[in-house]
């Protein structure tokens, strides 16, 4: 023990002179790039009633319905992006149908739409695919990989044009999952005989895509682990030679079965992947099992396999900065909703690959995401894919009721000379934004009194200053940005080098 005073004198020294001796995280560099809140990577301090808060999709009309004699109940395996002025949908057409206490169904066949504005879909006859002695259908391929073509616009600067679409297709008795490449998106053919994947389960949508951060492919596949479904990725130069696979991990997150993941770049921060993966859990019978919907066909289902009529699925929404690690959200992102024909049942709620930037119906109203996810799975006439709109980086905000709350950064480096908000507040409600050199002291200028209130709801809102806006003399050096909210919602901000819209 220390019993003098200069024994605890060099002690404390001791102490004092380990803590200088660990080296401060460097600053994070976050250039001109747009910063969202679906994970806490800038997230330093949240005081007050300040939080973090998750939110939901509005469920909006049915884009299609699946209802053409080489499609049906069991269509799925959703991509959907948009390539110039025109949307793109691909998709599986199946069928299942129950008779004689067995599951019956068809070939599966790769499907293609397109659409003007991402709202209102059309199935154009392509004269590609024969069906049923015809080629006036909307069948682009039905050969290998049917069951989960899922393609994308390969974004590598390198990309020879006659193949800027890629997608990843195939299932373990087809060999694993093979490569192919189009000229424009339509016609389709094999990049080389052989799978680039051939060990693991295949059987639901496995994808791949160009990361422009990391600068190279990656690919998310379904995987089983401790006898669980789950994700596996891995990533590659081109397509064909892959790198060791590695487990996704979660932060904070439960054991839970993962049907599909659905990872992706975001359009407007693509250095973030998002994902918007299928949960998965069989509930097994009970009094709220048999008062959901269709409790007789739920019933046929369950004969063959009780999981056909008791599992049920919803949607997450998951982040992450390295493809490999991360904050997936346990709430769910994707509800089945109000139960009524063809919801709350096993394949409810699957979410399209992607997502894309469509008009408001609201006059004037900036642009919103469109999301889209099926209903009707294994019911009907067919599954019915229905849209979904969520605000422009509107996945999760920090937000304080009116009692108010702040948001303290880590250490950041910008570039260019103005601060831009996406954010909602009521009428009452406010934010103001201080400025703090590393340290956390404010910056002259640039504190919480310095800042007007600012409020009204917009996806690009400039923050002004009593010395103005420019914050070019502080570019390129470490700064802290401190959030004060009341009664109001912050989506995401970035630094430009001018007040332009996004």
Not at 102 to 115: D, G, I, N, Q, R
Not at 201 to 213: E, G
Request: charged share 25%; glycine share 8%.
């Amino acid at each position: 023990m220390l019993k003098t005073t200069t024994e605890l004198l060099a002690f404390a020294l001791i102490i004092v002179a380990v803590t200088l001796s660990v080296p401060a995280a460097e600053p994070i560099d976050i250039g001109l790039r747009r910063e969202l809140f679906v994970d806490d990577h800038l997230l330093e301090q949240l005081t007050g009633n300040a939080s973090l808060r998750l939110h939901h999709p509005t469920p909006r009309e049915i884009a299609m319905v699946h209802d053409a004699p080489w499609e049906g109940t069991a269509s799925s395996s959703h991509t959907v992006f948009q390539d110039g002025d025109l949307y793109r949908m691909y998709y599986r057409g199946w069928n299942f149908w129950f008779g004689n206490g067995m599951l019956h169904f068809s070939k599966a066949v790769t499907c293609y739409a397109e659409s003007k504005d991402g709202i209102h879909w059309t199935k154009p006859e392509l004269g590609i695919v024969e069906f049923q002695g015809s080629k006036k259908n909307n069948i682009i391929h039905n050969g290998i990989g049917t069951l989960n073509f899922a393609p994308f616009i390969d974004t590598n600067p390198d990309c020879p044009r006659e193949a800027r679409y890629k997608a990843i297709a195939g299932v373990l008795h087809e060999g694993g999952m093979y490569v192919f490449q189009s000229a424009d998106g339509i016609r389709w053919s094999l990049m080389q005989k052989q799978p680039v994947l051939t060990k693991g389960p295949f059987d639901s949508v496995n994808l791949a895509f160009w990361d422009p951060t990391a600068r190279k492919y990656r690919a998310y596949r379904r995987w089983i682990k401790e006898g669980r479904r789950a994700v596996r990725t891995t990533a590659s130069c081109d397509l064909i030679h892959w790198e060791p696979q590695s487990d996704l991990t979660y932060i904070d997150s439960p054991q839970e079965e993962l049907y599909e993941n659905k990872v992706f770049p975001y359009p407007r921060a693509p250095h973030i992947l998002i994902g918007l993966p299928a949960r998965y859990i069989e509930r097994g019978w009970s009094p709220s099992m048999r008062a959901l919907p269709e409790p007789k066909e739920r019933e046929e289902r369950a004969a063959l396999s009780e999981r056909f009529g008791t599992a049920l699925t919803e949607t997450l929404v998951m982040a992450s900065r390295d493809g490999v690690h991360f904050k997936r959200w346990n709430e769910a992102f994707l509800r089945p909703g109000a139960q009524r024909p063809g919801t709350w049942q096993y394949g409810h709620q699957f979410a399209a690959w992607q997502l894309v930037e469509t008009q408001s119906l609201l006059p004037g109203a900036p642009p919103e995401l469109s999301i889209y996810a099926h209903e009707r799975y294994w019911h009907g006439e067919g599954v019915a894919l229905r849209r979904y709109t969520l605000r422009l980086d509107g996945f999760v905000s920090a937000r304080a009721d009116w009692k108010g709350g702040r948001l303290l950064t880590k250490p950041l480096v910008f570039a260019g000379s103005q601060l831009e908000l996406n954010f909602s507040t009521s009428v009452a409600g406010s934010i103001r934004v201080e400025i703090q050199n590393e340290s956390g002291t404010p910056i002259e200028g640039f504190s919480l009194a310095d800042c007007p209130e600012i409020f009204g709801d917009t996806v690009a809102r400039r923050v002004t200053w009593k010395n103005g806006a420019d914050l070019s003399k502080r570019a390129g050096s470490p700064i802290r940005l401190l959030f004060e909210l009341r009664d109001a919602d912050l989506y995401s901000f970035r630094f430009t080098k001018d007040s332009a819209a996004p």
